[in-house]
């Protein structure tokens, strides 16, 4: 079975520009979750889709943004860049198991914001 | 909420030397808890999981965690590290729905 795939893997992007990365789950997982990591901050969550619907949401500001589609791969997409978005952003799909959230991660896309 | 700390930021051993990572978790309700390793280049991988059951759950790579919910502690454990368990490892907590990681403890073995 195919790992989680974050598609592109590294970007530089500069500030006030947008971005949108990619992630597609392992077939069969209906779960989608997005966090950023940095140094400082460590992995903070950012939101979590399921069956196309945002599920759950992290304290990130509306320029973080995400979608999922019919598929379940899903989206995330960052307006107006900020130096302090400058992050690994990984995404991880899941496989639920009743209540419980087991987590498969990707290798993230590392966004550079000058 | 639930949440995990991590009161080990960086730690360094030498090869052969026990580890023990400290994680504590609040109280939330129902309790699954996980372990994740990154090593250095490379995603996150899931290590061990606890959600009922047997207290002293093993993992791969010869890691094992004990819950203990007296102490509302979930501490991994390694009797001999080696060389190539240099990485980053974090505890979490979650839901269906959500993931809460702690802050992470970086391990570095040394030859």
């Known amino acids: 079975k195919a790992g989680v795939t974050q598609t592109p893997r590294y970007l530089i992007k500069t500030r006030g520009q947008q971005v949108t990365l990619s992630c597609s789950p392992i077939?069969?997982?209906?779960?989608v979750s997005w966090y950023q990591q940095t140094p400082g901050q460590g992995l903070q969550f950012l939101f979590e889709?399921?069956?196309?619907?945002?599920?759950n949401k992290g304290n990130f500001p509306g320029r973080f943004s995400g979608r999922q589609f019919s598929n379940s791969r899903s989206e995330m997409n960052v307006s107006t860049l900020e130096l302090g978005d400058s992050a690994l952003y990984l995404c991880?799909?899941?496989?639920?198991?009743?209540?419980?959230?087991?987590?498969?991660f990707g290798a993230g896309t590392r966004l550079s914001v000058l | 909420a639930q949440s995990v700390s991590q009161h080990n930021h960086h730690v360094i051993l030498s090869e052969a030397a026990s580890l023990e990572l400290g994680c504590n978790y609040s109280?939330?309700?129902?309790?699954?808890l996980f372990w994740y390793v990154q090593y250095p280049g490379q995603h996150l991988q899931l290590l061990l999981k606890?959600?009922?059951?047997?207290?002293l759950v093993k993992g791969i790579k010869g890691f094992e965690a004990e819950f203990i919910k007296s102490k509302f502690s979930f501490n991994l454990r390694k009797p001999s590290v080696q060389w190539s368990d240099t990485a980053e490892y974090f505890c979490?907590?979650?839901?269906?729905?959500?993931?809460?990681f702690g802050t992470g403890t970086r391990l570095q073995v040394t030859l």
């Open positions: 991880a799909s899941s496989q639920i198991q009743g209540a419980v959230n087991i987590q498969y």
């Open positions: 077939s069969g997982h209906r779960s």
């Open positions: 889709y399921f069956s196309e619907t945002q599920r």
């Open positions: 109280y939330g309700g129902t309790v699954n």
């Open positions: 606890y959600f009922s059951g047997d207290p």
């Open positions: 979490n907590t979650g839901t269906a729905s959500k993931l809460t």
